[in-house]
């Protein structure tokens, strides 16, 4: 069974750029959650969809948003890039939501120069 | 400000001796604990999951829950130079399914 896919891996962008982030969930999982991590404030929680919906949003910004599809993938784009955006980004997903059971892709390392 | 507190380490124990992580959360309605190991540059994963008061083994890995005292422990047996990681502790918030992860803390196990 594939785990959950996270594309790009790597990217460089600089600051006023805006970027997206794509995650394939593992098949039948159908709950995505971001989530982001620093070294500076370890992994925060971004937003969580079910179903194509926001269940939950965490304490971030406008400039971070996601939308979910109707086979599960979901994307998160960070607009107006600022250098505090340097993180990885990382993708989980759980099969119905509603738990703390989440399985993680490798994530996206973004780098905002 | 739902809390998950963790000390950050490093822990350093020796090959084959027992390696204790502790965890302490401020959410008194808090009520399933999940442990994660994160290796250097890689994502998180779900190693242990307790819902309940008391101790949960998996293998070499013992879950240890303290509801009263707000507490939720990790203790590997007989640890392996491959068990040096950062431990993440997450706990949902009572009113939430949504964990809050603690900062980790960083295991070296030295041969």
């Known amino acids: 069974k594939a785990g959950v896919t996270q594309t790009p891996r790597y990217l460089i962008k600089t600051r006023g750029q805006q970027v997206t982030l794509s995650c394939s969930p593992i098949?039948?999982?159908?709950?995505v959650s971001w989530y982001q991590q620093t070294p500076g404030q370890g992994l925060q929680f971004l937003f969580e969809?079910?179903?194509?919906?926001?269940?939950n949003k965490g304490n971030f910004p406008g400039r971070f948003s996601g939308r979910q599809f109707s086979n599960s993938r979901s994307e998160m784009n960070v607009s107006t890039l600022e250098l505090g955006d340097s993180a990885l980004y990382l993708c989980?997903?759980?099969?119905?939501?509603?738990?703390?059971?989440?399985?993680f892709g490798e994530g996206s390392r973004l780098t905002v120069l | 400000q739902k809390e998950v507190e963790q000390n950050s380490g490093p822990l350093s124990v020796p090959e084959g001796a027992i390696a204790s992580l502790n965890c302490t959360y401020s959410?008194?309605?808090?009520?399933?604990f999940f442990w994660y190991r994160q290796y250097s540059g890689k994502s998180p994963e779900l190693i242990m999951s307790?819902?309940?008061?008391g101790d949960k083994e998996d293998g070499r890995f013992t879950a240890q829950l303290n509801k009263a005292s707000q507490y939720v422990s990790l203790l590997i047996r007989d640890s392996q130079p491959s068990d040096s990681a950062t431990y993440l502790c997450?706990?949902?918030?009572?009113?939430?399914?949504?964990?809050?992860f603690g900062r980790g803390t960083s295991l070296i196990v030295h041969p």
């Open positions: 989980a997903s759980s099969l119905k939501g509603h738990t703390g059971e989440l399985f």
């Open positions: 098949s039948g999982h159908r709950s």
């Open positions: 969809y079910f179903s194509e919906t926001q269940r």
């Open positions: 959410d008194r309605g808090s009520q399933s």
């Open positions: 307790i819902y309940s008061n």
């Open positions: 997450a706990v949902p918030s009572g009113g939430s399914y949504i964990p809050t």
